[in-house]
């Protein structure tokens, strides 16, 4: 069964860093998304993408954040300056209703 | 905005007890209606899911039905199991142009033999 991979597993970084979360979506999938579980609280909907833009994003995704397909295949979320708030666990997902999630990236800023 | 509420846990249960886990939600339009379930350590597994009023999704034993005149989708499971212990999130996707979901605050059920 198809699934959506995402590394690192986890990420440890110091706050100011630049950190870039990888995933692969499903192949024949064509929108994407990133979600973030901050430890013990509820998933939040960071931002989809579709035809190589952005198609929505909410409020947490400010300008600290990008997303990309650089190749085709993978699909990546950036940090551009970490802060103690961005550690969570960060997952990717593909497809849509229902949408196929990865396992997570578990992000923690020192 | 589109919200999903569902009772807040933990849920601690002996094994082969009746399971119920109560969500609500508020949408505008007819959201489809989605449980997925997070196993420790591990991520987000659809469990099942629902697309119109009335529809009963099922999986692992577990059901749960899209009540429209209430704006709930419970779910339940008859009997429950150790290996059922895990944190069950509700979950509406509100058919804009991105399908986005949006999760409740998730509810941990704790099995006990």
């Known amino acids: 069964e198809p699934e959506v991979t995402q590394t690192p597993s986890h990420q440890v970084t110091q706050m100011g860093q630049e950190v870039i979360l990888r995933c692969v979506p499903i192949?024949?999938?064509?929108?994407f998304y990133w979600y973030r579980q901050i430890l013990g609280q509820k998933v939040e909907f960071l931002v989809s993408?579709?035809?190589?833009?952005?198609?929505?994003k909410s409020e947490i995704f400010d300008d600290q954040f990008s997303v990309e397909r650089p190749d085709g295949s993978n699909f990546t979320l950036k940090i551009r300056s970490t802060k103690l708030e961005d550690s969570a666990m960060y997952f990717c997902?593909?497809?849509?209703?229902?949408?196929?999630f990865g396992p997570g990236t578990r992000l923690t800023v020192l | 905005g589109d919200s999903v509420t569902q009772m807040e846990g933990p849920v601690t249960l002996s094994e082969e007890a009746f399971l119920t886990i109560n969500c609500t939600y508020t949408a505008t339009g007819y959201p489809s209606l989605f449980w997925y379930v997070q196993y420790p350590g591990e991520g987000l597994q659809l469990l099942l899911k629902a697309t119109k009023a009335d529809d009963k999704g099922s999986n692992k034993g577990f059901e749960a039905t899209y009540r429209k005149e209430t704006t709930s989708f419970h779910l339940e499971k008859g009997s429950v199991q150790v290996s059922d212990s895990a944190v069950y999130f509700c979950?509406?996707?509100?058919?804009?142009?991105?399908?986005?979901?949006?999760f409740g605050t998730g509810t941990r059920l704790q099995v006990f033999p």
């Open positions: 192949s024949n999938h064509l929108y």
């Open positions: 993408f579709y035809n190589n833009e952005i198609s929505e």
């Open positions: 979950a509406l996707s509100s058919r804009d142009n991105t399908d986005k979901l949006i």
């Open positions: 997902a593909s497809g849509g209703t229902p949408e196929v």
